[in-house]
């Protein structure tokens, strides 16, 4: 029997890092961390949900403050301190990642601040992110959970010109005048209505024919129409072109129905999305197989060397937190009791925090008719809804999916206040494979939100029943 350092070696102290290694020391495994990052925490404490969360709250409520005399209420002049904003987050993120810290390091398993490589299929390089100082780990099995990084941008001319991308959004000392915001997922979404709250004359480009492309059409087209009723730009359906500085301004040439378009701002923030971060851990040495740097896992996250799993967002298919902590829990599982569990993206969700908040889970239409699985849909507008009337939050619906013939709740949908609350009454209903007809019989309290849900869930029974 090769003698190894460690039974299981755990690249990456991030979201799912940390559930893999606290998972397989529960389960009695030799285990190490091996963080390589300039700070410790993952891109959920230190530059993802938790503080962009925390600037959109305190957008919304300077939103609702400016729009109190809606219920009579004469809040005077609205100002902000954007450096107290700013502050309040950095607060809340250190102790955040204080505590990611102290998780890390509670003494259940090893932790080292180093950049590791493979050597082999069974040893580490480590470079000690402190002294520089080299030295070597073997283990008998791997878990690579290394995140992703901000991808590179699609022309080289706004490398020459500079852009902020959202962990520099995160850093800013002072807001821009304006401010162009190239994307339409989730975070450039997030973002572009943090800044148009805020006051900066915002513009968003997205090359697809809608924001939130992940989402069905719909959804898309009802937060663009609050984004312009906002007072942001929204051009969707481009390709971008040229970028370029004139003055003091910095300038995006797209084309757009066969027009060139050109927009000017102070500053431009790139949000086109992420990539794996497997560049330099010499994958191959580990016979690790990689698509365009996403490491390829099955259903165990097993790669193709069957002693080495992935977790999070350097497999994907999605960069979900959650799905992250996860995968990094059954890749733990599996090493310890040799593949007992299976990942199930039966229940996946996702949130957008953008207001209405956006929020899916299980089958969109499109990838229902994508997948030719047969499906009937019902939904139903919060402008006829009575606690949504009385908060004066009328933008949006929700929306569910049921299989035709025994009406098993197969997706649902929620563009409106608190979306990202509301859609666990759907992941509930599914984890339980309730039907419509069963949600629809279900008590819900009036006036609520959450009562919604029994008008789309009512329609579809009585669909099925005819």
Known sequence: ????????????????????????????????????????GGLCILRGCMPTKALLYAAEMKHLAEHAGTWGV?????????????????????????????????????????????????ALELKSAISNRQSAITAKYFI????????????????????ITSDGALKLKRLPKSLIVLGGGAVACEFAQFFARFGVKT?????????????????????????????????????????????????????????????????????????????????????????????????????SAPHIYAAGDCTGPHEIVHVAVQQGEIAARNIAKSNSARMDYRLLISVVFTEPQAAFVGLTEKEAVARKIPFLAASYPFNDHGKSLIMEAKDGFVKLLCDPKSGEIIGGSCVGPVGGELIHEIVVAMSKRMTVHELAAMPHYHPTLAEIWTYPAEELAGRIQA
């Open 144 to 163: 690579i959970a290394t995140g992703s990084t901000v991808a590179p941008p699609p022309m080289p001319a706004l490398n020459e010109i500079g852009f």
């Open 203 to 303: 513009t968003l480009i997205q090359r697809s024919e809608r924001v939130l492309k992940e989402f069905d059409t719909d959804a898309g087209i009802e937060i663009e129409k609050v984004f312009r009723r906002e007072g942001i730009r929204v051009f969707t359906g481009t390709k971008l072109l040229d970028a370029r500085r004139k003055g003091k301004l910095k300038t995006v040439l797209f084309e757009r129905d066969g027009k060139t378009v050109s927009i000017s701002a102070e500053e431009i923030q790139f949000a086109l999305g992420r990539v794996p971060n497997t560049a330099g851990l010499d994958l191959e040495k580990a016979s690790v197989k990689t698509e365009q740097k996403r490491i390829v896992a099955n259903e165990f996250m097993q790669t």
């Open 74 to 122: 004469r809040p005077g002049k609205v100002d902000f301190d954007f450096k107290k904003v700013m502050a309040r987050k950095d607060k809340l993120i250190r102790e955040f990642a204080d505590f990611r810290v102290q998780q890390l390091t509670g003494k259940k398993f090893a932790f080292i601040r180093a950049n590791a490589k493979f050597l082999d299929a069974n």
């Open 1 to 40: 029997m090769k003698h190894f350092d460690f039974d299981v070696a755990v690249l990456g102290g991030g979201s799912a890092g940390y559930a893999a290694a606290r998972t397989a020391a529960g389960a009695g495994l030799k285990t190490v961390v091996v963080e390589g990052g300039e700070e410790v």
